[in-house]
């Protein structure tokens, strides 16, 4: 019988440092790991433990994989630990994914805040895939200060990319910085997306995203056409464990995507 909490062995390839608590880790299983943008994979440090993260790489290359991780407990801080060579482990994929083919003809509203762009960076990569299919893509995306922004140095290239426009803001300026200040809420404005030809896609802290769904309600979004990443205190991956619940819903297999209309019923679903 199948060993379903068996992870696939791994090695660390290359470790990039995105922030002074965020990095980006680039790891080669033994075999082809596919996924598809908003699941989640099980990273297991051997002997220690393991936490779910979003890849963020591309869910085309199947090869290798990369996971953009925060340090901000024991598992994660081992993590931030690992180099060139060191052994994981890998498990999944979990979760259902983005909707991809259901976003074409429509304008697309991407809101992340911290971390969260991570999860958003793979879904990027999918919306790039599809293009030709969208209308167009608006990213917004909030940070403490300038230094808290992932992905830095592959910014400016994303900006290249067709019908795409992306728009940063930060809670505190730096030395330098000329783009708004303020929480990501400021820069979102009514006339970014039409909401009635659009979907909105938010990820990032709980209370920012409580915040963010707010505002899109009041520009005029639609619940269904509201898609939130409730990734919370996952732990088996399959339904066994029961930490992951939300209401009637198991976060790791009826999410972590949802749309405000599945979860809106539910008490502070933040």
Same mark, same amino acid.
């Given at each position: ?83 060139? !060579?060191?052994? %994981? @482990? /890998? ?6 994914? +983005?909707? $991809? ?10 809101? !992340?805040?911290? %971390? @969260? /762009? ?6 990027? +990569?999918? $919306? ?143």
């Amino acid at each position: 019988m199948e060993n379903l909490y068996k992870p696939v062995k791994a090695r660390t390839e290359k470790v990039i440092t995105e922030t002074s608590n965020i990095k980006t880790f680039l790891f080669r299983p033994e075999k082809p790991l596919a996924f598809l943008p908003g699941q989640f994979m099980l990273v297991t440090v051997p002997g220690a433990g393991e936490c779910a993260f979003t890849p963020s790489s591309d869910y085309r290359i199947t090869e290798t994989l990369e996971f953009t991780i925060m340090r901000a407990g024991s598992v994660t801080s081992l993590i931030h630990q690992l180099k060139a !060579g060191d052994p %994981v @482990g /890998l498990r999944g994929p979990y979760g259902k994914p +983005y909707p $991809l083919k259901d976003f074409h003809g429509k304008e697309i509203y991407v809101i !992340g805040g911290g %971390v @969260g /762009l991570a999860p958003l960076r793979a879904l990027l +990569y999918g $919306l790039d895939h599809e293009i030709d299919h969208l209308k167009k893509v608006e990213v917004r995306f909030g940070a403490r200060t300038p230094a808290d922004i992932a992905y830095r140095d592959a910014i400016p290239q994303w900006q290249k990319r067709k019908k795409t426009k992306i728009v940063i803001s930060v809670d505190t300026a730096g030395p330098g910085w000329t783009g708004n200040v303020g929480l990501v809420t400021t820069i979102l404005e009514d006339d970014d997306v039409d909401p009635n030809n659009a979907v909105a896609v938010v990820c990032g802290p709980p209370i920012m995203m409580k915040f963010v769904n707010t505002r899109l309600l009041a520009m005029g979004f639609a619940p269904k056409n509201i898609y939130l990443s409730m990734e919370k205190n996952m732990s088996c991956g399959i339904g066994k464990c029961f930490h992951c619940n939300l209401g009637k819903y198991f976060v790791c297999k009826d999410g972590p995507v949802f749309t405000w209309e599945q979860i809106k019923d539910i008490p502070e679903p933040w």
